[in-house]
């Protein structure tokens, strides 16, 4: 079974995101735990003007970030949003 944790995850998962200096906001952050590990489902928004290619490659930066902290995070899903200031 999974529940929702502790605020303290969610604001220390948007700190990592947020070191990756591509993104521009971070529009939603949803963390689950799962046992003994996180999930986290995480939507960021980016330059408009980007390509595809640019995003995806900041989109790993961001999930490779995340699961080599130590958090405990099992598994990252990034949606892509532009960035609408």
């Known amino acids: 079974m999974d529940a929702a944790p502790s605020g303290e995850i969610v604001n220390q998962?948007?700190?990592l995101a947020a070191e990756v200096s591509e993104v521009k906001f971070i529009e939603?952050?949803?963390v689950r735990?799962?046992?003994f590990d996180y999930f986290v489902d995480l939507h960021i928004q980016l330059d408009?003007?980007?390509t595809v290619a640019e995003g995806h490659r900041?989109?790993?930066l961001v999930k490779d970030k995340l699961l080599d902290?130590?958090?405990s995070i099992k598994d990252?899903?990034?949606h892509i949003e532009p960035y609408t200031g």
């Open 13 to 15: 998962v948007r700190a």
């Open 28 to 30: 939603k952050c949803y």
């Open 33 to 35: 735990k799962m046992g």
């Open 48 to 50: 408009p003007n980007l």
């Open 58 to 60: 900041i989109s790993h």
């Open 69 to 71: 902290s130590s958090l």
């Open 76 to 78: 990252v899903l990034i």
